[in-house]
């Protein structure tokens, strides 16, 4: 694959396209006569560029205009801390800083460019001479993040370039495109020349499927947690996707069902990907986890095998490596990355239980956080659920769970908050092992989510 800009300007001049944020929305044309950079696009050539900018929107731009120009491209997500950044800048050996007007991020050292809000007119020469790095940060740490080495054919090689004939996509995701799975959606959009309807910093899951809803969004993406919200604002009905896609987390059947419920004409998929394996499948039939075909019998260039219960993936999106002065090893000696994401076989299909490093110990007995979850979450008087560990002077660890219970709008509970816990331990006792069962279960208004739009689980 050529330079982002080679590919969706073959002639010079953009293919369709156009790109919204909250308040200003950008053709893709506009680039052929001009840069967010102005005249300073040149001098940002064979840099290792930080991207560090408050707006998705000016992101996205960057993005086009730098790869095949830059030697390297960080994409910083807005939630880094300064001494993080300082960090990020060191390990990527950054010599310049994108940021724009609304950025909080200090420069520091680094060259710093602004960039505009819109393409600035001028005389640009525009041309890719650079095997350009795209850096992606792993999300789920409370230290350093650790930086990923993508490139723009480990990233998009895969995804169609084009719209379908006669067809009009209108793309949308919750997710930040700074992070694996946004960046997907970010892709598939500018790739195939279809519009895309970005989410802004601070605003709400309303605002947002309001302002999607009114540019006409006919495919969505976020991970479970972030669709678990919107259900729950009792507004996601403004939206009327013809398909919804799922990542980043496990997608148990009750989300599943949830959102078939919401969008009964809605394609409903959820896929496996990570930021350093790439995206693995799609899974489309409705159901929680994927065929136990997918394994051993590979599709799309993609192979996948389960050791030691552990899903591992090879594939040409696989990441290049980490960057660092003693990086941890990103591939194994026979290709495959161990993605860490546990699974079992049950019944001819296989079911995530959870990450490796969240395993609950009762005991010396394991327990896998999601499976609990899944429990809970299958009652239709539950929206979401968190399970974790609290201490326990005999077994160690015992099991606790924090509910929070769907509320339709304008409706009152029928049952008392003690037949619900009553019951929904019930269940647990009925489907799960003595030692998973939740010695505590309290109800919660909310649960905090990452800035990934993940849960926030303890360690994690």
């Known amino acids: 694959m050529s330079s982002l800009w080679e590919t969706i300007a073959p002639d010079g001049r953009a293919i369709g396209g156009e790109i919204h944020g909250s308040g200003t929305s950008v ?54 801390k300064p001494e993080q950044l300082a960090a990020v800048a060191a390990t990527a050996q950054a010599d310049a800083i994108v940021l724009d007007e609304a950025s909080t991020a200090g420069a520091g050292s680094l060259a710093a460019y602004v960039a505009a809000p819109r393409p600035i007119p001028g005389s640009l020469n525009r041309r890719a001479d650079e095997a350009t790095e795209w850096i992606l940060l792993t999300s789920g740490t409370t230290g350093t993040p650790k930086l990923v080495v993508h490139d723009l054919q480990s990233l998009g090689g895969s995804l169609p370039a084009g719209s379908p004939s006669g067809t009009q996509t209108i793309w949308s995701t919750f997710y930040d495109i700074r992070r694996y799975g946004g960046l997907q959606i970010y892709l598939r959009a500018v790739l195939s020349g279809s519009p895309l309807v970005l989410s802004s910093a601070g605003e709400g899951p309303v605002a947002f499927m309001e302002r999607a809803a009114a540019a006409g969004v006919t495919h969505i993406s976020g991970t479970p947690s972030h669709w678990r919200r919107a259900l729950m604002s009792g507004e996601a009905g403004v939206l009327r996707p013809q398909y919804v896609r799922l990542s980043g987390e496990v997608a148990d059947q009750a989300v599943l069902d949830n959102l078939r419920a919401a969008y009964p004409e809605a394609r409903i998929a959820h896929a496996f990907a990570s930021t350093e394996a790439g995206v693995a499948f799609d899974v489309n039939d409705g159901l929680a986890g994927f065929p136990a075909g997918f394994i051993d019998n590979p599709a799309g260039g993609i192979e996948m095998k389960v050791v030691d219960h552990t899903l591992r993936i090879r594939s040409g999106r696989i990441a290049t490596r980490y960057l660092g002065a003693a990086p941890s090893r990103l591939v194994s000696e026979d290709g495959y990355v161990d993605t860490g994401d546990m699974v079992e076989l049950k019944d001819g299909r296989y079911h995530f239980m959870g990450r490796t490093g969240g395993v609950i110990n009762v005991g010396g007995l394991k327990v896998y956080p999601e499976e609990v979850e899944s429990v809970l979450n299958a009652d239709p008087r539950v929206r979401m659920s968190l399970v974790r560990a609290r201490r326990n002077p005999i077994t160690g660890a015992v099991v606790v769970a924090d509910v929070v219970l769907a509320q339709p709008e304008g409706a009152a509970p029928t049952d008392s908050p003690e037949l619900i816990k009553s019951e929904l331990l019930n269940a647990c006792r009925r489907i799960l092992a003595a030692h998973k069962v939740p010695a505590m279960l309290r109800f919660v208004d909310s649960l905090e989510f990452n800035a990934a739009g993940k849960l926030v689980r303890p360690g994690g």
Do not use: H, K, W
């Not at 707006?55 to 994409?75: H, W």
């Open 27 to 80: 053709a893709l044309l506009a680039l052929s006569a001009g840069s967010i950079f102005g005249n300073a696009l040149e001098s940002l050539r064979g840099r290792s560029v930080l991207l560090a900018t408050y707006d998705q929107l000016s992101t996205a731009l960057a993005l086009i205009e730098l790869d095949g120009v830059a030697r390297r491209m960080v994409l910083c997500t807005p939630d880094l």
